[in-house]
């Protein structure tokens, strides 16, 4: 049981190039999303999906993209990175929205 | 959007003091989500508790309890006779129909 697994840990991307942050668990979680975390910001909520096919946007969802074709994968998509994307990026599951949410380890990504 | 708000940016205590970490928020919600997250240095978010908005009941865990009153919209956490290995950025967190949302959390040092 791994949880919920982020790949990758670090990346450092040019401006305007284009990448996917991989998010995946095992728990059988309906619920999975997606949040960042700047200095003195918090986690602010990206995108999120209530499960397989249905995804909904947060409060920052410019520049990203999601899709959620099976009930493990939930992957983030960045369509051009910019600097002001620069931050560390959590996936999060729940089995439900009320439960507790369980996060992946994070992903450092600077956008040069 | 409906707030939480942690007020205490950085906290520092000695050894064995108590501390409490102060959190309130705003709700239009009938049915919602309290919940605390630890952010050690190391970085991962770990779940805390859950508390349900028909569930006033204060609940001890160890060193750690939680206060909540919605009449004053707040659920606040205490850690009793605090340890250096409790120093880490607490975040408590909302859960309504508009998602999950963060307050900008509380830097916790806990000094030998």
């Known amino acids: 049981n791994a949880g919920v697994t982020q790949t990758p840990k670090f990346q450092v991307l040019k401006t305007g190039q284009s990448m996917t942050l991989q998010c995946a668990q095992d728990?059988?979680?309906?619920?999975m999303s997606w949040y960042r975390q700047d200095p003195g910001m918090g986690l602010r909520l990206i995108h999120y999906?209530?499960?397989?096919?249905?995804?909904d946007q947060g409060e920052v969802p410019n520049g990203y993209n999601v899709s959620r074709s099976t009930t493990e994968d939930f992957p983030l998509r960045l369509l051009s990175a910019a600097p002001s994307q620069t931050s560390v990026y959590f996936c999060?599951?729940?089995?439900?929205?009320?439960?507790?949410?369980?996060f992946g380890s994070g992903t450092r990504l600077t956008v040069v | 959007a409906q707030k939480v708000t942690q007020a205490q940016t950085e906290i520092s205590v000695v050894e064995k003091e108590d501390v409490t970490l102060d959190c309130v928020y705003e709700?239009?919600?009938?049915?919602?989500?309290l919940f605390w997250y630890k952010q050690p240095p190391s970085g991962e978010l770990v779940f805390l508790i859950r508390r349900n908005s028909f569930d006033e009941q204060n609940e001890i865990s160890g060193r750690y309890s939680w206060n909540f009153q919605k009449s004053t919209s707040s659920f606040n956490f205490t850690i009793t006779a605090s340890q250096v290995v409790d120093s880490a950025v607490y975040f408590c967190a909302r859960k309504g129909a508009d998602g999950l949302t963060f307050g900008k959390g509380t830097h916790l040092i806990i000094q030998p």
């Open positions: 999906s209530v499960g397989a096919g249905i995804t």
């Open positions: 709700t239009r919600d009938t049915t919602y989500y």
């Open positions: 999060a599951s729940s089995y439900t929205t009320a439960t507790g949410y369980t």
């Open positions: 728990m059988n979680h309906e619920y």
